[in-house]
């Protein structure tokens, strides 16, 4: 099965690729690897998902907000990849940020969201490293920000 049958299999929808809103780029492609800038939680309805975990928001809560920063990495690959999935050979690293209270510890369970959403799209080529990180705060006071490393084909 290919990438974007998995896409459809699993009921996603990808949003639109976000132009960058500060002197970076979305994308860029080094040799044969591919990096996403560090997408940040938006809803379906385009609104941001802010808040602490832990505070403001549940475990689950944090979940489906890295869930929706890992469709946004997926929209931001197909789109540097002319719209072609099956371009990219695995994901070889996601490192995921949660802004959380300081008593919260379940951050590598927030960016499980993220995690098992690349799975389910890429399958085994989905199997990546992984940092996830505690932070005090993150741009437009969101809850979660997750970055990306790609091999290409």
């Not at 959380?100 to 927030?110: A, G, L, R």
């Not at 890429?122 to 505690?134: E, N, P, Q």
């Amino acid at each position: 099965m290919n990438f974007e049958e998995n896409i459809e299999k699993n009921n996603l929808k990808l949003p639109n690729a976000a132009d960058p809103v500060g002197s970076y780029v979305a994308t860029k492609v080094v040799g044969k690897l591919l990096y996403i800038s560090g997408q940040i939680s938006i809803d379906t309805d385009g609104k941001l998902i802010k808040g602490k975990v832990g505070k403001d928001l549940t475990l689950e809560q944090g979940y489906q907000a890295a869930i929706r920063c890992a469709l946004s990495i997926v929209a931001q690959s197909k789109k540097a990849t002319d719209g072609d999935l099956s371009k990219i050979k695995t994901c070889v690293k996601l490192t995921g940020f949660v802004n959380s209270i300081d008593t919260f510890t379940d951050q590598p369970k927030v960016i499980n969201g993220a995690s098992d959403t690349i799975s389910k799209i890429f399958g085994d080529a989905g199997m990546h490293t992984r940092a996830a990180v505690s932070v005090n705060s993150l741009p437009l006071g969101v809850a979660v920000e997750v970055d990306a490393i790609f091999e290409l084909n």
